[in-house]
C-alpha cells in the first residue's frame, strides 16, 4: 500500500506569507506620520489710471463746441479750451487727431482750407468778445503746441505739455484761420470737426 503524507510545509508557508502581510501593513501605517511646516503672506496689488479730459462744456475752459459759420477768405475762429490729466499716472505721449464728418473741400483742401495753430498760455486765457466771435489775451508766457498746418491731422505729437504729468493742466487756445488764397470753390460749405486726444501710459517701471 502506498501513503501519501502531507507534511506542515504548506501551512508554514501560509503562515510566513501572512506575517509578512502584517509587517507590511504596519509599515505602510508608519509613512503617515511626517513633519511639515508652512508660512504665508500677502500683498495688496492696484492698477493706475490714465486719464485726460477737456475742460468744462460751455465756459472759456472748453468753446471747442462752439460752432462758426459766415466765412469768408481771411476770417480767423479762436476756441480756448483746457486740457488735464485727471488720472493717477504720468503719461508718456498726447496726440491730437482731428477728422470731419460731414466733409468738404473746408477740410480736404489742405492748401486753401482751414489751417490750425494751437497755442498755450502759462495762465487760464483772456477771453473777450461775444459768442461766437471770441478772442484771447494771454497775461502770462506764451507757446505753440502746434504749428500752422491743414486742419485734419491723425495722431499729431502735443510736445511739452504740463499734462503730461498727473495732476497738470494746460489752458489751450485753438486759432482756425480760412486762408486768403481760398477760391469762389469753397463757398457755401461745411464741415463738421471732431478734435480727439489720446493719453498714452507711462513706460512700465519696477514697483
Known amino acids: 500500500m502506498i501513503k501519501t ?7 508554514k508557508l501560509l503562515l510566513s506569507l501572512g506575517a509578512l502581510g502584517l509587517a507590511g501593513a504596519l509599515a505602510g501605517m508608519g509613512t503617515f506620520a511626517t513633519f ?6 500677502s500683498q495688496t496689488v492696484a492698477s493706475g489710471t490714465v486719464v485726460i479730459a477737456l475742460g468744462s462744456t460751455g465756459a472759456s475752459t472748453n468753446r471747442l463746441t462752439v460752432n462758426a459759420s459766415g466765412l469768408v477768405p481771411g476770417d480767423t475762429i479762436q476756441r480756448s479750451f483746457d ?4 488720472g493717477s499716472q504720468d503719461l508718456a505721449s498726447i496726440a491730437l487727431t482731428t ?3 460731414p466733409s468738404s473741400l473746408l477740410d480736404t483742401d489742405t492748401t486753401n482750407g482751414l489751417q490750425m495753430v494751437i497755442d498755450r498760455c502759462s495762465a487760464a486765457w483772456t477771453e ?20 500752422s498746418r491743414a486742419v485734419i491731422q491723425s495722431s499729431l505729437s502735443m510736445a511739452g505739455l504740463s499734462a503730461l ?12 484761420t480760412f486762408p486768403s488764397s481760398a477760391g469762389a470753390t469753397l463757398q457755401g460749405l461745411s464741415s463738421t470737426l471732431t478734435y480727439s486726444f489720446l493719453g498714452t501710459q507711462r ?3 519696477a514697483h
Open 36 to 41: 511639515t511646516a508652512s508660512t504665508s503672506d
Open 165 to 176: 504729468t498727473a495732476g497738470g493742466t494746460d489752458h489751450l487756445r485753438l486759432t482756425l
Open 5 to 11: 503524507v502531507f507534511g506542515g510545509t504548506g501551512r
Open 128 to 147: 473777450s468778445g461775444s459768442s461766437p466771435a471770441f478772442s484771447y489775451s494771454c497775461s502770462g508766457s506764451t507757446s505753440t503746441i502746434i504749428s
Open 203 to 205: 513706460a512700465g517701471s
Open 83 to 86: 486740457l488735464s490729466n485727471t
Open 99 to 101: 477728422s470731419a464728418s
